[in-house]
């Protein structure tokens, strides 16, 4: 029965991964979660029963979410599904951030995901099954977004190691599948969930434009329903050929076509140059 299988979702206190985290267990699924505080997760949840182990978990050491897998299994016996969801948006264009701020945004982003999925891959493997989701987003895709660079550089470094993943992992028997929300009704642009350059530079015109229009005409106005992003995810889970790109939202769909329709355009006006390269015969 599809309820008897187990999720393990990281970067469950608040967002995407706490709706996941309701709906998955009103669904009667079974549910480790990591918070920085697994008691103030529990809380959040509002479930007490035996089927949620939330975690208190430093994702971006490798000890604790070894320790971390090793409680899942003892309490559950296996795990089935991944979600990376884990992280936090960085503004400030590539000047302004210092390597600190850079480096920190990578650990959390891209190396806590590396972490959780280099110690599930050998209960996977043993098993022949499984199944990662790993969140990137509508800018680890579409990078035009001035004052997100080092945010989008994480985002698209998930989309690469996930593709890479799911041709590692295809004759196991486990898939990997990018998801690229848009903008979701959470509390992602609020404070604690993004974080701004410590030393802005007010040169940059279109960073500082594209902040005001977050503030005053993206908060609150977000198209993405997360609760409605649950139930996407377990439909997707409980397919048998899983998407290795999951875009959610209409405006990340919209996005990612406009993307592909300039990669395409060039491609055919630059053609010429691209094949001009090549050894001649």
């Known amino acids: ?123 996977f493997r043993a098993r022949k099954s499984g199944a990662f989701f790993n969140i990137s987003s509508i800018a680890g895709f579409l990078g035009t977004f001035p004052g997100w660079g080092i945010y989008n550089a994480t985002k698209f470094a998930v989309a690469g190691f996930t593709e890479a993943l799911s041709a590692e992992a295809k004759s196991l028997g486990v898939t990997a599948t990018i998801v690229y929300p848009g903008y979701f009704k959470t509390n992602f642009l609020l404070q604690g969930s993004l974080r701004t350059a410590a030393k802005p530079i007010n040169d940059y015109k279109e960073a500082r434009d594209l902040e005001v229009i977050h503030n005053e005409q993206v908060i609150g106005n977000q198209p993405g329903d997360p609760e409605n992003a649950a139930l996407a995810f377990i439909e997707v889970a409980e397919m048998q050929e899983r998407p290795l790109h999951l875009f959610l939202g209409s405006d990340s769909f919209g996005m990612a076509q406009s993307k592909i329709e300039a990669v395409q355009k060039d491609l055919a006006a630059f053609e010429s140059i691209s094949k001009s390269t090549d050894f001649r015969k």
Request: no cysteine; proline share 2%; net charge neutral.
């Open 1 to 123: 029965m599809k309820t008897q299988k187990v999720w393990f979702v990281t970067g469950a206190s608040k967002g995407l991964g706490l709706s996941l985290v309701k709906r998955l267990l009103t669904e009667g699924y079974k549910v480790a979660a990591t918070s920085r505080d697994a008691e103030a997760l529990r809380t959040e949840v509002g479930y007490r029963g035996g089927d949620f182990l939330p975690l208190q978990v430093n994702l971006t050491d490798n000890t604790s979410v070894a320790e971390a897998i090793t409680a899942i299994v003892a309490k559950f016996g296996t795990i089935d599904v991944v979600v990376n969801n884990a992280g936090y948006g960085q503004l400030g264009t590539l000047e302004e951030l210092t390597d600190d701020e850079a480096r920190k945004n990578f650990d959390v982003n891209v190396f806590g995901s590396l972490n959780v999925i280099r110690n599930v891959m050998p209960i």
